[in-house]
């Protein structure tokens, strides 16, 4: 941990430059940013030093099984599996619901009362489709979820990293998989 800028002026303090990277295609929400050091000394009780380790004499040296850092980016990929089926839902629940209120075309027997568009076979072919996606994706999402924790609680009580490759693998392509049908699916409900 280190001070980036004056705590009364808000400057850069000495030595430190930063700025913002910009917005991520995709993901607006993550912030991302830089930062140049030049001549900044930042005390070794400052470092954070879970898997490596920097002497007094400044020397370098990884600890620990650096794998366990690559589970960040899979928790990331486990939310978006797990996320993917819930967003589906609320495009799916959002496009019955109005399909159930919107009304068009007379009936057959004269009635002057239009029928919901969810009475068209062609409606309710597309939104039984969704909802089918949807109960599979939250299933499977939940299945992953687990099997991700199960992973995660190995690696923690005893830096046992078997599951990791197959989790990555499954995760990846569940990621893009899942992404695409979510995306996919809630453009065909709208």
């Not at 850069?12 to 917005?23: A, R």
């Not at 839902?89 to 496009?95: D, E, S, Y």
């Not at 068009?104 to 239009?114: A, D, I, R, V």
């Not at 830096?159 to 809630?186: I, T």
């Amino acid at each position: 941990m280190v001070q980036l800028r004056d705590l009364e002026t808000w400057k850069h303090v000495k030595g430190v430059q930063s700025g913002d990277v910009g917005p991520k295609v995709g993901y607006v929400a993550k912030d991302n940013g830089w930062a140049r050091f030049d001549n900044v000394r930042i005390p070794r009780t400052n470092l954070l030093m879970g898997y490596v380790d920097v002497d007094r004499q400044g020397n370098f040296k990884k600890k620990g099984d650096l794998r366990v850092l690559y589970t960040v980016m899979m928790i990331i990929r486990a939310a978006i599996v797990g996320y993917s089926g819930f967003g589906l839902q609320k495009a799916v629940l959002i496009g019955i619901r109005y399909s159930i209120m919107r009304r068009q075309f007379q009936t057959l027997n004269g009635s002057t009362l239009e029928r919901p568009i969810l009475d068209y076979q062609t409606q309710r072919h597309v939104f039984a489709v969704l909802l089918s996606k949807v109960f599979v994706m939250q299933a499977n999402g939940r299945y992953t979820d687990g099997q991700f924790l199960q992973m995660m609680e190995e690696i923690k009580d005893r830096r046992q990293f078997s599951k990791m490759d197959p989790m990555h693998h499954l995760l990846s392509g569940l990621k893009a998989l899942y992404s695409a049908e979510y995306f996919d699916g809630a453009e065909e409900a709208r």
